[in-house]
């Protein structure tokens, strides 16, 4: 399925579904916090955002330049491995599509690997990282993302199960082979489709 435009929002496909809850979820109301470790306090003033691996010129972006590129609006329900849906999430922020605007992709470039910190790592196709409802988020239901949530900039990939959505995130490399992240080399599956519960290797 393909996203739609609604008044300058992005529609997430997934919204559209007679039946929203994938097998196996439960609706909730409230967004859970879940994550390994402790929660990462980064400050905005040293914040970056770095673009490398099989580009032809990395780039490095500091939080006011990240916030000066485009904004996008995303409607999206969001689904947790754990089995938690939440549903209609209102984001703002930086489309992974303005990221073809910032660098020149090399054309071994088949993988995305988005780095967060504490060594953080997820990996994703090209296909599902492009996909017009995935964004880097900075705010939610309208208010800034906090840090328990991933601020001050998470991925949201609203297709896939939300360990895929990373929180904290630094950057992003582009790379050739498929390298499993953090969670994937933990056992969970390579790509997180929630409707057919990809969820474990």
Known sequence: MKEEQAGGTV????????????????KVEDWPVLHAGSVRNLDPATWTFKIFGL?????????????ALPKVKVLSDIHCVTGWTLLDNSWEGVGSGAIKDLV???PKAKFVIVHGAGGFTTKL?????FQGDVLFAISHNGKQITPEHGAPVRLVVPR????????????IEFVEEDEPGFWESRGYHNHGDPWTEERYS
């Open 55 to 67: 580009v032809e010129k990395e780039r490095t972006l500091t939080h006011k330049e990240f916030m």
């Open 104 to 106: 020149k992709l090399g």
């Open 11 to 26: 529609i997430s496909p997934d919204t559209k579904r007679k039946q929203r809850v994938p097998p196996n979820q439960r």
């Open 125 to 129: 196709t090209m296909e599902d990282f």
């Open 160 to 171: 896939l199960y939300f360990w895929k959505s990373a929180k904290w995130v630094t950057g």
